[in-house]
């Protein structure tokens, strides 16, 4: 999920070790919710300024709902609100990341916490939609300015209003090791008929399927899908065609699919029977694939320490001329969204605008620097060589797409879109048809 990753395409070998935990391997975590009790808060300086809703006396408690259900993020989010000072008691309630995220209307519909993970695009926008958030610009009225355009255009409902603190984000991108081009004297595409020709030079040079992947869990191959249509037709033809705009029968949506078609012979055989981890292990071994696409936020945690200061990575190249490669990726951004039914609004607010500083998300990537923040005022300074990569790539794109899943409505991306990738890498002379199914099934969702 990166092939739009870092930035200019012959930066040099990532040369720093990067720990930390994905967003996705949450989905390994134990289901059940879990309170973080005994929260010992000390005073954060950048928390003590004067706003619109955090001056004055704020109290009571304030709960969070959060998918941070693997060990190291759940101890990094407890650092977090460890720091926070503000007079009210923060609690947070964990359930594992696939149960949230599949229990989520229920939740929102049922007696939901005052504040809680989730994400920008249609999935903070679907639910704002149905009156099930609290808009909150009087939050942004404070933390505005430390946020670029694109980002505050994320975080805004199709009412215009504001409804997510945004908190981290990460690129989607072509992983490959340093070591491995330079024993073979690869050098990185810069069209995709170059990387065409590098995965078959690849194979004759030992490596049966040159790019890994591992799509049992339904959503990777949407990184690929939603790359290829952005080269090919652009971000906005991509965004609308999310929100059918377009029918996935039309010609542009067909040759995704057929430009896609020509890669698939250099992939894992049986894919969608791995899991995601399992493509990032192949890769890692440098023996049967010698890059990966994928996001940041899955690779950077899940490579061996010896890899890790082989790790490099490149935007996925140029299609057509009219989108070169700093047009648009996938750089999705996860953040806070506040219930419609808080109990403690000013409280709430108070939080969220804690968890808009800098300060906060710096707490956070302290143990989990496979991401960055959000914010323009980050101290960039402390990040590792990959998040440098990842920042550059993300200042020098145009446009930002947030994942198919997040961009279109969750009930289509699951299971309509993740059959039909799955379809598709399974045979992929079948796209035809697997476009006319998705269109009859997209119109039927979008009523």
């Known amino acids: 999920m990166s092939r739009h990753t870092p930035g200019p395409s012959e930066d040099p070998a990532v040369q720093a070790a990067v720990a930390g935990i994905s967003r996705r391997n949450m989905l390994k975590g134990s289901a059940g919710a879990v309170a973080l009790g005994g929260v010992l808060p000390t005073l954060l300086a950048a928390c003590s300024r004067s706003s619109s809703t955090n001056s004055g006396s704020v109290s009571g408690k304030v709960s969070v709902g959060s998918n941070y259900s693997d060990a190291s993020v759940k101890k990094a989010f407890a650092a977090v609100v460890s720091k926070y000072s503000h007079g009210s008691e923060i609690s947070v309630n964990t359930v594992d990341h ?4 599949n229990d989520i209307s229920n939740y929102l519909q049922g007696t939901p916490n ?3 993970t989730w994400f920008s695009g249609n999935r903070a926008k679907y639910f704002a939609k149905q009156g099930l958030l ?16 694109a980002v505050k255009a994320a975080s805004k409902g199709a009412d215009g209003k504001y409804y997510l603190v945004p908190w981290i984000n990460y690129p989607w991108v072509m992983f490959y090791k340093t070591s491995v081009f330079k024993k073979y004297n690869y050098t990185v595409p810069e069209t995709f008929d ?12 030992g490596f049966s399927s040159p790019i890994a992947i591992g799509q049992k869990d339904g959503w990777p191959a949407m990184g690929t899908f939603d790359i290829i249509n952005m080269r090919l037709n652009g971000y906005q033809f991509h965004i609308d065609l999310m929100n059918h705009k377009h029918p996935w029968t039309d010609p542009k949506v067909l040759n995704v699919f057929k430009t896609w078609q020509r890669l698939t012979p250099y992939y894992t055989p049986g894919g969608t029977g791995r899991i995601w981890e399992d493509a990032v292990n192949i890769f890692d071994a440098n023996k049967e694939s010698a890059m990966i696409f994928q996001g940041t936020d899955q690779v950077g945690p899940q490579v061996s320490k010896a890899g890790l200061a082989d790790l490099n990575f490149f935007p996925f190249p140029q299609i057509v001329s009219e989108y ?4 648009a990726i996938d750089a999705p951004i996860d953040g806070f969204l ?14 969220m605008e804690y968890l808009g500083t800098a300060a906060a998300e710096q707490t956070y990537l302290e143990s989990d620097p496979s991401d960055i923040g959000t914010a323009t005022d980050y101290p960039t300074n402390t990040y590792t060589a990959l998040q ?10 145009k446009n930002l797409a947030q994942f198919l899943d997040r961009d279109t409505l969750p009930s289509f991306a699951y299971p309509d879109v993740q059959n039909a990738m799955n379809s598709f890498l399974n045979d992929p002379s079948s796209y035809s048809s697997i476009c006319t199914k998705l269109e009859q099934q997209a119109k039927s969702v979008f009523v």
Do not use: Y
Not at 134 to 149: A, K, L, M, Q, R
Not at 324 to 327: G, K, L, M, Q
């Open 338 to 351: 506040m219930s419609a039914k808080v109990k403690n609004r000013k409280g709430a607010a108070a939080f």
């Open 134 to 149: 609290e808009p909150i610009d009087d939050v942004w009225d404070s933390i505005g300015s430390h946020f670029t355009d």
């Open 324 to 327: 070169p490669t700093d047009s």
């Open 114 to 116: 005052d504040v809680f």
């Open 98 to 101: 696939d149960t949230f995220q």
């Open 194 to 205: 170059d990387l065409l020709k590098l995965c078959a030079q690849m194979k004759k040079d």
């Open 388 to 397: 440098k990569k990842s920042v550059a790539i993300i200042k020098s794109t």
